[in-house]
């Protein structure tokens, strides 16, 4: 069964207690989303759910709200499984800030922090576990953690887990929940893998779609550039001029992020990168440093297509095509978030023209492809930005290794 989009004016009619109500008030949120008008009411009936919504329609309060209530009236436990570090801290800071006032206590298991005080939070016995699945299936087998008690499951950003190599994980911890649960799954695209999974562990599933699966965001204006990796330093240093806001920047690598950084910050602007080389420490300093204005560009690889919420991006560049059409979605819906516009600009060599194909298939819309304005005189500092950065080159980075194309590997 798959429910259309309707939105009511408030949260009131969806049977959330009132207490809940009254801290949803407090922060200011007034009018649910139609992903969280159609989940909550359904989540707190017990049903199974698997809801596909873009990003940046609320799916953590979809989620999070029936959780917190149901949770509040049994003495059962909550997991969340999200696919990287930074989309579990931000989804912990959501439930805190809610349940905070009535004393939730919480677990956020990651890799890149201290397995030592993750361990002492498990013992507190926290009513939520937010963990991605790596963390969660290393603590399991050491038996530092037991999921008996779980009998609330989310899966967010689905898609994405199975992009970067968990559904082995995903179906040992399946192995070890409890027969007996809830479980809602989430995400932006509807491949094969998401229907096995939703076939295999859940109880009939009510699919609710917010969105067609692939459907990019609506708020965001698109633009294409065709152009050498020569002149792409060139083509994002006349972009950077240009433009006004904050700048999101996508790059395929690690080695490439770090380049690209170099050289805008030649260009005059702030900028600061994050990628998997970074330690946790440093990827929170930097998304803090990117929301508080400090930084006015972030370049990142796909770690950050759904791992950061901030506010009013002005503009995201693909600086290098992602490595499949989904991951296109998920950079663009970074900007244009909670109806207000944004725009996505993407270089394309020629040899990708059938990845802007792929992309094009998927959204279902033709990206406009502009003239190349004229660009500014190279400068010194450009050489090398494009080592080991384009498609369908031999180019080696500098450890001498060719360039692991495996999505989750150059983040």
């Given at each position: 069964?798959?429910?259309?989009?309707?939105?009511?004016?408030?949260?009131?009619?969806?049977?959330?207690?009132?207490?809940?109500?009254?801290?949803?008030?407090?922060?200011?949120?007034?009018?649910p989303t139609p992903i969280q008008h159609q989940c909550i009411p359904a989540a707190l009936d017990g049903k199974d759910i698997v809801g596909i919504a873009q990003t940046g329609t609320g799916k953590t309060l979809a989620f999070g709200v029936p959780m917190l209530q149901l949770l509040s009236q049994n003495n059962g436990q909550g997991l969340i499984l999200l696919p990287t570090r930074e989309l579990a801290l931000q989804v912990n800071e959501v439930l805190q800030n809610i349940g905070r006032s009535f004393g939730l206590r919480t677990a956020v298991l990651i890799g890149g922090a201290s397995s030592h005080g993750q361990i002492m939070d498990i013992r507190r016995e926290p009513h939520i576990?937010?963990?991605?699945?790596?963390r969660l299936i290393d603590l399991a087998r050491q038996k530092k953690l037991s999921l008996k008690k779980v009998n609330m499951v989310v899966l967010d950003e689905?898609?994405?887990?199975?992009?970067?190599?968990?559904?082995?994980?995903?179906?040992?911890?399946?192995g070890i929940l409890p027969r007996e649960r809830q479980t809602l799954m989430?995400?932006?695209?509807?491949?094969s893998a998401i229907a096995e999974i939703a076939a295999r562990y859940m109880k009939m599933p009510l699919?609710?779609?917010?969105?067609?699966?692939?459907?990019?965001?609506?708020?965001v204006e698109q633009e294409l550039f065709i152009i050498s990796k020569e002149a792409k330093i060139q083509l994002l240093d006349k972009i950077l001029s240009d433009t006004s806001g904050t700048v999101l920047v996508f790059s395929r690598t690690k080695f490439g992020a770090k380049k690209i950084t170099t050289n805008v910050r030649a260009m005059g602007h702030?900028?600061?990168?994050?990628?998997s080389n970074k330690s946790l420490a440093q990827r929170k300093a930097a998304l803090e440093g990117f929301k508080s204005g400090r930084f006015r560009v972030l370049v990142a690889t796909d770690i950050a297509s759904r791992g950061i919420d901030v506010k009013d991006i002005s503009l995201v560049v693909n600086y290098d095509l992602p490595d499949n059409a989904e991951g296109y979605i998920h950079r663009i819906g970074r900007t244009g978030r909670a109806d207000k516009f944004g725009?996505?600009?993407?270089?394309?060599?020629?040899?990708?023209?059938?990845?802007?194909?792929?992309?094009?298939?998927?959204?279902?819309?033709?990206?406009?492809?502009?003239?190349?304005?004229?660009?500014p005189p190279r400068r010194a500092v450009y050489v090398g930005v494009d080592r080991g950065n384009s498609r369908g080159q031999n180019n080696r980075p500098f450890n001498g290794r060719n360039r692991n194309r495996n999505f989750g590997r150059h983040q």
């Open positions: 069964m798959t429910q259309t989009n309707n939105v009511v004016p408030s949260f009131n009619a969806l049977g959330i207690a009132p207490e809940l109500l009254g801290i949803l008030n407090r922060l200011q949120f007034n009018s576990l937010v963990s991605t699945p790596g689905a898609d994405r887990m199975l992009d970067i190599g968990f559904m082995p994980a995903i179906k040992q911890i399946f989430f995400s932006a695209t509807m491949p699919r609710i779609e917010v969105a067609p699966s692939g459907t990019a965001a609506k708020n702030a900028a600061i990168e994050i990628h725009k996505a600009v993407s270089f394309a060599t020629p040899e990708e023209r059938r990845d802007v194909r792929d992309i094009e298939r998927l959204i279902k819309k033709t990206i406009p492809v502009l003239a190349l304005p004229i660009l």
